[in-house]
């Protein structure tokens, strides 16, 4: 079984730094694609950045520039680094991966950027 576990969320002040990182078991985790997500209450889960097994990234516009993804294969490790953050990154930012057509999430963890 997948499981995915977040770490790294917190109350930070706008303009501020976080890392976030997602440990994963139970999988292959070198040739697998890697997310990270984020949700707002009353809002679609939207996909934030992604790595594929190659290490190529992509990242949502809002994001570019301020955030970047990284792995670690060696640890079975996706971290999500945040630089210059701004009050409308406040969510819940969720890890996934999918595999064998099952998509598998990690609980979450909270960033909350105040002004």
């Known amino acids: 079984q997948v499981y995915l576990r977040e770490s790294g969320g917190g109350l930070v002040q706008s303009g501020g730094s976080l890392r976030l990182s997602c440990a994963a078991t139970?999988?292959?985790?070198?040739?697998?694609?890697m997310d990270w997500y984020r949700q707002t209450p009353g809002k679609q889960r939207e996909l934030v950045a992604s790595?594929?097994?190659?290490?190529?990234?992509t990242y949502a516009d809002s994001v570019k520039g301020r955030l970047a993804i990284s792995r670690n294969n060696a640890r079975n490790t996706v971290s999500l680094q945040m630089n210059a953050l701004k009050s409308e990154d406040t969510a819940v930012y969720y890890c996934?991966?999918?595999?064998?057509?099952?998509?598998?999430w990690g609980r979450g963890t909270q960033v909350t950027v105040s002004s």
């Open positions: 790595i594929s097994s190659d290490g190529s990234t």
């Open positions: 139970g999988m292959n985790f070198k040739i697998h694609t």
């Open positions: 996934h991966t999918r595999s064998r057509a099952t998509d598998f």
